[in-house]
């Protein structure tokens, strides 16, 4: 019958409710406390999965671009923690800390009678362990909404259940690792969550920068989370107090840190791509819309989004502050951002697919629409003459050398059946834009540099529209369709898809998918392997070094047989300093868009001017010079510290064929 006593005693003292037995002696209460039997840890606390923030830097892993968080939250370890936050949370919050084992008598004999001689709950009883068991509880993600609301309930109950985690745990883990737990879960108010985000949340800092005074005021934020100058002051004030009854700190420490200021210096943690840094928001919208593609996230899109936002990942991506810098500058040169048009340009590494810069001349979150990389039901934009380069390469697959000829004509008359407007006999026809100067005799060289439609057109029936659009197909061209007007770039893309087909051509022949990521490391320090790059090789390293001979032409360089005689932005070349070069310039009817691609062995970058809300709405000839030279100022800027690199020619065979005497190059 005592025994029984004694229990229900206990549990009233644990839930701060009077009850009759509180006569009991404290050697009674004594007895009691190590009466409590352990208790099995759910595994909530022994494999804890307390939500985390997803930190998402540039590839230099130190220039944050954003972070993803549904609690504010990133854990540290406890060696990372100032030891005056230490001293001043055990302070405020549990002085017996290092004495109890989870459980403490004497906190509970002693808020019983101040609480008693008050005739209120004026002081608790729960030590650190008991907050972290309860904290844990009503935070695990993977508990269901009743279980962490059953962890807060005011129930004699749960409070003695509660104890006994807490008894368990302290036999299971040191002083140390608790107090680093707690440090890490506990609420700090302003939405943070740990005392990472706390330290950059009031005082922009690391938690390691702690000086006294802001600690104090942080472990007082623990009891009233809600920040207020004269509450923080006098929560402050109750910790140093408590450091010199402790032994942290000294009387004379206390006083001198009481009459510092707060001292509070705002910090934020940003949170989704709306928040990204530096007009980086489009990259990282591209990022998640990769990741939301990932099995090892989840098997929902659901899961992975959840993944992102609890599961505390480092992620550094491919983006080159520098270079995304550049590009930001470079696009906003052909268009301000309240322009009607843009002018959106990606940046992406041959043989790796790892996309180095996206910039769009539009600010993230006043549109969400991905206007580099597609997607979201967006229809993209025509690149014009760049799809010449897959008929080129096409052609050369099918075993037409390079000096394959034909009399190019101002117009040409299809085989195409058109019943439109401006049809010929009730066949597709099309004429050259610059006659004089595109008209006549052309091979691949010339005809790619001087971009002669007639020519390309011609060769394009020559092979069968399927093999082109099957070409852009491999080179990762999504919107493609075996017609005559495919070769001339009716069909739409996106810059980042032109930009990585021109990149499998840089690579001589290996595609690579676009990828974001350098590295994904979990919680723990697990670094996952998703980051890899996805090649494959789809062209013979031949076939894309004749492609890139004929695309020096239009940059204004020369071919390694000496074949080129003229090139649509010719201007290229000088712009890079003569580094090795190639690329191709694209415009449409009425000059709706104007584009250029433009590719070093080391990067290619492409661009498209266009207006995305109405697509007759042209942006005019006189935008093609700015867009190519956007193009080929971002790539100078990004390789300027890089040494240069040759194309390496091709084959003699691939150039002129077996019947012809070629040039050696």
């Known amino acids: 019958m005592l025994k029984r006593v004694a229990l229900l005693f206990g549990i009233a003292v644990l839930a701060g409710v009077v009850l009759a037995a509180a006569a009991l002696p404290a050697a009674a209460l004594a007895g009691l406390a190590f009466r409590l039997p352990p208790a099995e840890l759910p595994d909530a606390l022994q494999r804890p999965t307390i939500a985390q923030a997803s930190y998402v830097y540039a590839g230099d892993g130190q220039t944050l671009i954003t972070t993803f968080y549904d609690e504010n939250r990133r854990d540290v370890r406890l060696s990372e923690v100032a030891q005056v936050m230490q001293d001043a949370v055990v302070a405020a919050e549990d002085s017996r800390f290092f004495e109890h084992n989870g459980v403490d008598l004497k906190g509970i004999a002693r808020a019983f009678v101040a609480n008693r001689s008050s005739g209120e709950t004026r002081q608790g009883a729960s030590t650190l362990t008991m907050q972290y068991v309860r904290n844990v509880l009503k935070s695990d993600p993977t508990r269901s909404d009743a279980e962490r609301e059953a962890a807060t309930a005011t129930t004699p109950a749960r409070k003695l259940l509660e104890a006994r985690y807490a008894l368990t745990l302290e036999q299971t883990l040191s002083k140390a690792e608790i107090l680093e737990r707690y440090l890490n879960i506990a609420y700090f108010g302003e939405g943070a969550y740990g005392?990472?985000?706390?330290?950059?949340?009031?005082?922009?800092?690391?938690?390691?920068?702690?000086?006294?005074?802001?600690?104090?005021?942080?472990?007082?934020?623990?009891?009233?989370?809600?920040?207020?100058?004269?509450?923080?002051?006098?929560?402050?004030?109750?910790?140093?107090?408590?450091?010199?009854?402790?032994?942290?700190?000294?009387?004379?420490?206390?006083?001198?840190?009481?009459?510092?200021?707060l001292g509070v210096k705002r910090g934020t943690i940003p949170n989704n791509c709306v928040a990204a840094t530096q007009d980086w928001g489009f990259f990282c919208d591209y990022f998640v819309k990769w990741w939301e593609a990932q099995a090892a996230f989840g098997e929902t899109q659901a899961q992975r989004q959840q993944a992102l936002r609890q599961g505390g990942y480092r992620i550094v991506t491919t983006l080159d502050a520098a270079v995304a810098r550049e590009a930001q500058r470079q696009v906003e040169s052909v268009y301000s951002k309240d322009s009607k048009y843009v002018a959106p340009l990606a940046v992406v590494q041959p043989g790796t697919g790892k996309v180095r810069a996206l910039a769009v001349n539009r600010t993230f979150g006043e549109t969400f629409d991905q206007l580099i990389a597609g997607g979201g039901g967006l229809p993209g934009y025509q690149a014009g003459s760049t799809f010449k380069m897959f008929a080129m390469l096409a052609a050369l697959e099918a075993g037409y050398p390079l000096d394959t000829g034909f009399d190019a004509p101002a117009q040409l008359v299809t085989r195409w059946r058109d019943g439109g407007e401006g049809n010929c006999g009730g066949y597709w026809c099309l004429r050259n834009a610059n006659p004089a100067w595109m008209d006549g005799y052309r091979t691949m060289w010339d005809g790619f540099g001087r971009s002669v439609n007639t020519y390309f057109v011609w060769l394009h029936q020559?092979?069968?529209?399927?093999?082109?659009?099957?070409?852009?197909?491999?080179?990762?061209?999504?919107?493609?369709?075996?017609?005559?007007?495919?070769?001339?770039?009716?069909?739409?893309?996106?810059?980042?898809?032109?930009?990585?087909?021109?990149?499998?051509?840089?690579?001589?022949?290996?595609?690579?998918?676009?990828?974001p990521v350098e590295s994904v490391t979990t919680a723990d320090g697990q670094a996952l392997d998703v980051a890899q790059p996805q090649c494959k090789q789809v062209?013979?390293?031949?076939?894309?070094?004749?492609?890139?001979?004929?695309?020096?032409?239009?940059?204004?360089?020369?071919?390694?047989?000496?074949?080129?005689?003229?090139?649509?932005?010719?201007?290229?070349?000088?712009?890079?300093?003569?580094?090795?070069?190639?690329?191709?310039?694209?415009?449409?009817?009425?000059?709706?868009?104007?584009?250029?691609?433009?590719?070093?062995?080391?990067?290619?970058?492409?661009?498209?001017?266009?207006?995305?809300?109405?697509?007759?709405?042209?942006?005019?000839s006189a935008a093609l010079s700015r867009v190519y030279r956007a193009v080929a100022q971002t790539l100078a800027a990004a390789l300027e510290p890089e040494p240069a690199q040759a194309f390496t020619p091709?084959?003699?065979?691939?150039?002129?064929?077996?019947?012809h005497n070629p040039r050696t190059p």
């Open 195 to 261: 005392i990472y985000a706390a330290s950059h949340i009031y005082f922009s800092k690391d938690p390691a920068q702690l000086t006294l005074a802001e600690a104090a005021m942080l472990a007082g934020m623990l009891q009233t989370p809600d920040f207020g100058e004269e509450r923080a002051l006098t929560r402050r004030e109750y910790t140093l107090n408590a450091m010199v009854g402790t032994g942290a700190i000294t009387a004379e420490q206390a006083t001198a840190a009481k009459s510092e200021p």
């Open 462 to 515: 020559q092979i069968g529209a399927e093999k082109t659009a099957e070409m852009a197909k491999r080179l990762g061209i999504t919107n493609t369709f075996a017609g005559g007007s495919f070769v001339i770039g009716t069909s739409n893309t996106f810059p980042l898809e032109l930009a990585n087909a021109y990149a499998t051509v840089a690579a001589e022949g290996l595609y690579c998918a676009p990828l």
């Open 650 to 659: 091709p084959t003699s065979t691939l150039a002129y064929g077996n019947t």
């Open 539 to 620: 062209l013979s390293p031949d076939v894309a070094r004749a492609a890139t001979d004929a695309a020096r032409c239009p940059v204004g360089q020369q071919s390694a047989f000496g074949e080129c005689n003229g090139g649509t932005a010719a201007a290229v070349s000088g712009i890079l300093g003569g580094r090795p070069v190639a690329g191709k310039t694209g415009s449409t009817d009425d000059y709706r868009t104007e584009s250029f691609v433009a590719y070093t062995p080391q990067l290619a970058a492409a661009m498209i001017a266009a207006n995305p809300k109405q697509a007759d709405d042209g942006v005019g």
